[in-house]
């Protein structure tokens, strides 16, 4: 059932066995996993199921550091969350992920990429991606004559599974539906119901038109994203002049992005026509893949470098394949000027056609130039780059002294890409020119971005680790279940709680682990 929160009716507390704080992917999934148990279940969502601009900016804050991040434009407050705006791309991260300790200090996964495996498996039909299969030679009609450099020892090339989705639109008639899930919406968590033994009886909320309600459960979810679960926790603690969850002081620390930028050019020897790194073939269940390039496990553990990810983009004055998105950006940029005259057609969804006509800017200054061509070969590719973040203590977020319109603390992100970070770019580049060299199939020119912030880095809307999990209270801010150390039914959820990011695009990974915490709550709600 779905709720509009801003009703006066239903003034008394709420009460359920089981509330989740947030309904984008990890909550979604979190809350249809567990329907069907005879449980009554609570998911709250700030925003109603399309773009609130009031809301929106709930998320506003002060960002210190790499100012690419936006706080008020990275989350989404809306049925959904991140993914209606988001790229889509799904996969699982590496082996090596969960196996070594991170690059720089801290803690690793206390949890295994075997004991992973199943809940991604399960996570694939939610984001409709097909089969759960990411061996390059196993898709499709592709053989090893169509890999670049598969001899290379150095090199490896993965795939990632493209979705069409978006959370909110897919799955909002199943939570309509369900008669043991309410969907509240226009409903803002404002507190922390929380005793003084660590156990959370429930929340405050109120709506941006003032009607205030209370939630009561046995069981606490936050899944509101990596900078918001922090904010939370922050501020009951500053409430209530605690610690909890936060022996290791650690509540907060280790924010992770995947920064993302061009690292060099691949010249080649002798012209390609398409190849599938960047011709998507589809896989044989029809789902669309990406075919990119990283750094093999043995090379990456040998030499100490971040996971990295390289698309292969080509970029030059006789083919150029952007076309498709600079049409996605002048699609949006004519929606957004259709809204702004009264007209936007029912289809419109305005976070998704302004993420369009931002991250699409430079194809479209590009396009209006004429320097894209879509036909012939290619002499020329980008090597763009998603690089595994090391977590840092000081990468991290607290309470600034300003409040939004609902009278809570806003959020301050402070975020700084390290040196560290930028010299396994570096390495992992001069490690590709010298396979590419080897064989004979061009040179790679490193971009010069020596003198620029951050080595011209941007974000890629990545937000993980501020309430990461460990072993022990002091080496993280939840238990191997995402329990809250300290505390025996607050739990979260979500990129928050990952240790480390490798080169995965993140959601994947979220939402599996969200399906294994519906298995654990399961577990405990029968007890």
């Not at 200090?105 to 991604?120: A, C, F, H, K, V």
């Not at 795939?159 to 899930?181: C, H, K, N, W």
């Not at 049409?327 to 259709?338: D, F, M, T, V």
Request: charged residues 25%.
């Amino acid at each position: 059932m779905i709720i509009d929160g801003r009703s006066a009716e239903a003034s008394a507390p709420q009460d359920y066995d089981i509330l989740i704080v947030g309904a984008g992917p990890v909550g979604i999934t979190l809350a249809l996993e567990l329907s069907g148990q005879g449980l009554r279940i609570g998911l709250l969502e700030s925003g109603d199921t399309d773009f609130d601009p009031d809301t929106q900016m709930l998320n506003d804050g002060i960002v210190t550091g790499h100012d690419a991040v936006d706080l008020a434009a990275i989350r989404l407050r809306f049925l959904g969350g991140a993914t209606n705006h988001w790229g889509g791309r799904c996969v699982p991260m590496d082996r090596i992920d969960f196996e070594r300790a991170p690059l720089g200090g801290l803690t690793g996964w206390p949890i295994s990429y075997d004991e992973m495996w199943p809940y991604y498996e399960r996570a694939h039909p939610y984001f409709q991606i097909g089969r759960p299969e990411y061996d390059p030679l196993e898709i499709g009609d592709v053989s090893r004559d169509d890999l670049m450099l598969p001899d290379a020892e150095i090199l490896r090339t993965v795939v990632i599974r493209q979705s069409d989705m978006q959370f909110g639109p897919t799955y909002e008639q199943a939570l309509a539906d369900a008669e043991d899930i309410d969907l509240w919406l226009w409903t803002n968590v404002t507190g922390l119901d929380i005793d003084g033994d660590g156990q959370i009886r429930g929340v405050t909320t109120r709506t941006l038109s003032g009607v205030a309600r209370e939630f009561r459960a046995r069981f606490v979810v936050l899944a509101c994203g990596a900078v918001e679960n922090a904010r939370q926790l922050l501020a009951y603690n500053a409430r209530a002049a605690t610690q909890l969850g936060n022996e290791g002081d650690l509540l907060g620390r280790g924010y992770m992005d995947h920064p993302a930028a061009g690292a060099g050019f691949l010249w080649l020897d002798d012209p390609l026509p398409p190849q599938i790194y960047w011709s998507l073939p589809p896989d044989t269940d029809g789902t669309t893949i990406r075919f990119l390039w990283s750094l093999s496990e043995d090379v990456l553990a040998r030499e100490g470098l971040n996971n990295i990810q390289f698309y292969l983009i080509p970029f030059d004055e006789t083919r150029d394949p952007r076309i498709r998105e600079a049409n996605q950006g002048w699609s949006a940029l004519r929606g957004i000027a259709k809204w702004m005259l009264g007209d936007p057609g029912r289809n419109f969804q305005f976070s998704e056609a302004y993420c369009n006509a931002i991250t699409n800017a430079d194809v479209l200054a590009a396009d209006a130039l004429g320097m894209i061509d879509r036909e012939g070969a290619t002499t020329r590719l980008l090597l763009k780059y998603e690089v595994e973040q090391r977590p840092d203590r000081d990468n991290r977020v607290t309470l600034s002294d300003e409040r939004d319109a609902l009278g809570q603390f806003l959020a301050n992100l402070h975020w700084s890409p390290s040196d560290a970070d930028r010299d396994s770019i570096i390495r992992t580049t001069t490690l590709i020119g010298q396979a590419v060299g080897a064989a004979g199939l061009g040179r790679v020119e490193l971009e010069d971005h020596f003198d620029e912030p951050y080595w011209a880095s941007n974000t890629s809307w990545h937000q993980m680790g501020t309430t990461r999990m460990s072993a022990a209270p002091e080496d993280g801010v939840v238990d191997v279940d995402g329990r809250l150390w300290g505390s025996e039914n607050l739990y979260l959820a979500g990129g928050s709680v990952m240790p480390t990011g490798g080169r995965a695009n993140p959601t994947m990974t979220m939402v599996a682990l969200s399906i294994r915490l519906a298995d654990h709550l399961k577990q405990r709600m029968a007890a």
